[in-house]
C-alpha cells in the first residue's frame, strides 16, 4: 500500500508562485509514475505533469514553461513548482502514483490552491 500526502497549497495573487510538494512512504518513484492532476469545481479531473521512473518529464499545454515537476529520492518526495499562476489554475490538485504491471493506482487526498486576480 502507498500512501501519498501533498502540501503546499494555499492562496496566491495572480503572478505570484506555489510549490506543492507529495511525499510518499517508501521508495517508489523507480517503479510508479508519479503525476500531478487537478481539478476545479464542476470540471472534470485533469492531468497537469507527469514524472517517470527514468526521470523525463511531460506537462499539460495549459501549464507548460511555468510549472515544473521534479523529485528528491532521498525524501521520497516529488514537487510541483509553479510559477506565473493565473486564476484559471485555480484547483483542488491531487498527486498519483500509478504502475502498470501489476496494476496499482494511489492518490493523494488533494491540496486546494486558490489564485486570486
Known amino acids: 500500500q502507498v500512501q501519498l500526502v501533498e502540501s503546499g497549497g494555499g492562496l496566491v495573487q495572480a503572478g505570484g508562485s506555489l510549490r506543492l510538494s507529495c511525499a510518499a512512504s517508501?521508495?517508489?518513484?523507480?517503479?510508479?509514475?508519479i503525476r500531478w492532476y487537478r481539478q476545479a469545481p464542476g470540471k472534470q479531473r485533469d492531468l497537469v505533469a507527469g514524472?517517470?521512473?527514468?526521470?523525463?518529464?511531460n506537462y499539460a499545454d495549459s501549464v507548460k514553461g511555468r510549472f515544473t515537476i521534479s523529485r528528491d529520492n532521498a525524501k521520497n518526495t516529488v514537487y510541483l513548482q509553479m510559477n506565473s499562476l493565473k486564476p484559471e489554475d485555480t484547483a483542488v490538485y491531487y498527486c498519483?502514483?500509478?504502475?502498470?504491471?501489476?496494476?496499482?493506482?494511489?492518490w493523494g487526498q488533494g491540496i486546494q490552491v486558490t489564485v486570486s486576480s
Open positions: 517508501g521508495s517508489i518513484f523507480s517503479i510508479y509514475v
Open positions: 514524472i517517470f521512473s527514468g526521470g523525463g518529464t
Open positions: 498519483n502514483a500509478f504502475r502498470g504491471y501489476p496494476p496499482s493506482d494511489y
